[in-house]
């Protein structure tokens, strides 16, 4: 399995792309290019492995170490790099069919102490876009599901009459979620530990986030009539209270932990898909 190696205080040149690992920022054109963790932990590896064949296991075993995942995800993480590298037409990532990929280009290595990227460096800044509010005469801030890069999820929450198991079967929907949230490696989700003291307490969702110091909170609402499930589910911006994503799920209630598992993977599915997009 290939060792990370520890290059500190260099940065990445090659062509139009800045790669820099310390500040963990992608500049294109001196502009910054919003990656996730994984996929900028692929390119950065792909990057240090430069011309050299990395085979799927050795990139699986090394992005994910600690944890299982599907080939899917190396899949997703090597087509979102393609999208953004090859914009020109230049393919940097082969592909070699039932062995793995190789990153191809003219890197130059650049010591970070030096100024030669000074001004490019300056033009990378956390930005939000303010926007009027006509009715409250108040600035809200315009976020995006491109920004998150954080999660807490909350205990799930009953609505209506609550029955004897309700809190169980809240915390265990958290729960599954919060694995298959983790598998994905598509965003960094607080573990199940960080947020049961919020299941017995009533507190604003964007203030526990804040707590939590997460970019965004997951919160989810159930129905049960007799065999019948309904579950809506919500993600809010913390700094700015906006609603970023919401969907709602049908199920028939036979296996309590099958339906966790099942609901589990069909949001993780949908949102996963939002984020890509």
Do not use: C
Not at 92 to 101: A, D, H, Q, V
Not at 127 to 135: C, F, G, R
Not at 150 to 165: I, N, W
Not at 243 to 259: G, Y
């Amino acid at each position: 399995m290939h060792e990370r190696t520890e290059n500190k205080g260099v940065i990445y040149e090659f062509g139009k792309f800045v790669l820099d690992p310390q500040e963990r920022v992608l500049l294109a054109d001196g502009q910054p290019i919003h990656l996730t963790d994984k996929v900028f932990d692929t390119l950065q590896l792909l990057i240090e492995n430069n011309r050299r064949l990395l085979s799927k296991d050795e990139m699986m075993a090394t992005l994910w170490e600690e944890s299982y995942v599907e080939e899917g995800n190396l899949a997703k993480n090597i087509s979102r790099l393609r999208k953004i590298l090859n914009a020109d037409g230049i393919e940097l990532i082969e592909t070699l069919p039932k062995r793995g990929y190789r990153f191809q280009a003219e890197i130059r290595q650049i010591d970070g102490e030096t100024n030669l990227l000074v001004n490019r460096r300056l033009r990378v800044k956390v930005s939000q876009t303010i926007e009027p509010d006509n009715e409250r005469g108040r600035l809200i801030t315009s976020s995006s599901l491109s920004e998150i890069q954080s999660l807490a999820v909350l205990s799930f929450q009953p609505l209506g009459v609550k029955l004897l198991d309700d809190d169980f079967f809240g915390l265990g929907m958290t729960d599954a979620l919060i694995t298959q949230l983790s598998r994905a490696g598509q965003i960094q989700v607080r573990p199940t530990s960080s947020i049961l003291k919020y299941n017995i307490l009533e507190q604003d969702t964007v203030s526990i986030g804040r707590q939590l110091q997460v970019d965004a909170v997951l919160e989810g609402k159930f129905q049960r009539l007799e065999n019948k499930l309904r579950l809506t589910v919500q993600m809010l911006h913390t700094a700015s209270g906006d609603s970023l994503w919401a969907d709602s799920f049908n199920t028939e209630f036979e296996d309590i932990f099958d339906v966790q598992d099942q609901i589990a993977i069909r949001v993780v599915g949908a949102l996963n898909k939002k984020l890509s997009d």
